[in-house]
């Protein structure tokens, strides 16, 4: 999730470079459907994701230029510019840099003390289709990341599908980030000054896909991989109900700038579907975010999660540790529903909140013990912006409609191997959806991000350093646009 600013940037936060060689690149990618031009609006496109568990995120190999150059990019819900570091990239000089010491923000992002270089690098002057829009581009994210440079158009392949002229960011500097990202949320949250058609929408404007519209789908915390359909849902990968819920307006812009949906209700259930404890206090606003490694929840609900489980909270860490053993209690899993009653639920087995030591968090001093049997908790604390992210997301199965302004979740299908794909077409609904949720209005410190505009320059010292990181890297003034 990106931070717009409405002050000049003062100084940015400490820098560091992160060091990462390549992941393994896995770019299988299969376009279903052969169908005439004039139908070419009913295909749709696959894109493997790969978990990278030691670096907590979601990688997606794409092509951009002539001749196409591979590239490892972070698949992000949370943002809506895509960008790569340019191969001349300061950040990408091979150079040592000191280790951070916190996990569970951007994912994949993982502070290491070595020399290396970045996962990858685009080498415009390579290009001949590299057109340079002399366009500043500065984008920062809530953990306090972000890159800098400018915006630039060129040819884009992903999941198999050709997209000429689209604008992207180019990074000429970097604070921690070290690969490029995806982002595939709504125009108006692009850091641009000036709007452009990202790569959803070209999808869609250039005929590719039926309706502005993606799903996703991580597969458990085990696999390595998942996959992104854009144009369509894989009936194969989701039980029971696919259940839609309404997108929020971020109410300081009266329109759409992420995917804010209504959390609410949060419990702990048994396997029977019991609940045992119910943690809801009010209905929340949420983001879902599949570029944050750990699921952020306002702080009261957060705490009596952690009493259930003996989790212990670190604020120097921002994130809570549990005995590794937690994994394994079936009995309990906790249950997030969305907009009333009748809104889908989704059961989060343990096993999908206990992370390793390695699956992405950097355990340190400060984790709450750091002992060999001590693992991250997927569930954190937030004062502010609550972001449910690949911690939850694993267990959704979740169809992003950008063009109706839904959501649509289901349970997931973990590690299902088959598939039965379904085109969602122009000005029609998602498939297979059983019912819309009854709408829940959230409470009023979390339905807009206006509210964190004002409150962001009083962020509590005591959690989320990344929030507060970033909140201190532009003095307090800063608008979240999550
Ligand atoms: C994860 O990324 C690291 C750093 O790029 C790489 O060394 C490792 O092989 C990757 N692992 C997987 C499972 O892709
Ligand atoms: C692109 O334009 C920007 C802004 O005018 C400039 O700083 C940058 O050096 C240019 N890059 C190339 C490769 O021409
Ligand atoms: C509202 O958001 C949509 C989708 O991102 C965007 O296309 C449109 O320009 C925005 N409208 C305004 C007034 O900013
Ligand atoms: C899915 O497969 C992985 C191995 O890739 C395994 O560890 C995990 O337990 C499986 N998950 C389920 C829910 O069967
Ligand atoms: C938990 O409590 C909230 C608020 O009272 C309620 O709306 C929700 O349905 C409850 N959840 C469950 C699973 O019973
Ligand atoms: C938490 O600790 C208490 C007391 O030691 C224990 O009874 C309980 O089973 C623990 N809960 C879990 C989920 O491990």
Not at 23 to 50: D, E, F
Not at 287 to 299: A, I
Not at 377 to 384: A, L, P, Q
Request: charged share 15%.
């Amino acid at each position: 999730m990106r931070i717009e600013h409405v002050s000049a940037l003062a100084a940015c936060a400490p820098a560091a470079v992160a060091a990462a060689a390549g992941v393994v690149p896995v770019s299988i990618t299969h376009a279903r459907g052969s169908h005439p031009l004039r139908k070419r609006a009913t295909t749709t496109y696959t894109q493997v994701i790969t978990n990278n568990i030691s670096y907590g995120g979601y990688y997606a190999t794409v092509s951009v230029g002539t001749p196409a150059q591979s590239q490892q990019v972070v698949f992000d819900t949370g943002s809506s510019d895509t960008w790569f570091l340019a191969s001349d990239s300061s950040a990408c000089a091979a150079e040592s840099s000191s280790s951070g010491g916190f996990g569970g923000g951007r994912g994949g992002r993982r502070r290491r003390q070595s020399s290396s270089t970045c996962l990858s690098t685009f080498d415009y002057s390579s290009s001949s289709t590299f057109k340079n829009l002399s366009k500043a581009f500065d984008i920062e994210y809530v953990d306090g990341s972000g890159v800098d440079g400018y915006y630039f158009t060129d040819t884009l392949s992903v999941a198999g599908a050709s997209i000429s002229t689209l604008e992207m960011g180019l990074a000429e500097t970097s604070n921690s980030l070290t690969y490029g990202i995806m982002g595939v949320g709504f125009e108006s949250d692009e850091a641009a000054a000036t709007l452009y058609p990202n790569v959803i929408d070209k999808f869609y404007s250039e005929g590719l896909i039926g309706s502005r519209a993606f799903s996703l789908y991580l597969d458990d915390l085990q696999s390595s991989s998942g996959s992104i359909l854009f144009g369509g849902i894989d009936e194969d990968k989701f039980t029971g109900d696919l259940i839609a819920v309404p997108i929020i307006k971020d109410s300081s812009v009266n329109n759409y700038t992420s995917f804010l949906v209504t959390l609410s209700s949060v419990a702990s259930i048994t396997s029977d579907g019991t609940v045992s404890t119910n943690y809801t206090t009010s209905a929340e606003a949420v983001v879902l975010d599949s570029g944050t490694t750990l699921t952020y929840l306002p702080e009261t609900m957060a705490t009596a999660i952690f009493d259930t489980f003996n989790a212990t909270y670190s604020e120097s860490a921002g994130y809570a540790s549990v005995d590794c053993s937690l994994a394994d209690e079936s009995s309990l899993a906790l249950q997030f529903q969305f907009g009333g009653s009748d809104g889908p639920a989704i059961k989060v087995p343990l096993s999908e909140l206990v992370l390793q030591d390695g699956s992405g968090m950097s355990f340190g001093e400060g984790a709450g013990g750091a002992a060999e049997s001590t693992c991250a908790f997927g569930v954190s604390m937030s004062s502010s912006t609550f972001l449910l992210g690949d911690t939850f997301l694993r267990s959704a199965y979740a169809v992003y409609d950008l063009d109706a302004k839904q959501v649509a979740l289901a349970q997931s299908n973990f590690n299902s191997t088959s598939s039965s794909v379904v085109a969602i077409t122009s000005g029609s609904s998602i498939p297979d959806v059983s019912s819309t949720a009854t709408a829940v209005v959230a409470s009023s410190s979390s339905g807009s991000t206006g509210d964190a505009k004002h409150n962001a320059g009083s962020l509590s010292m005591t959690v989320m350093p990344w929030l507060t990181l970033a909140a201190g890297a532009v003095a307090g003034v800063v608008v979240l646009v999550v």
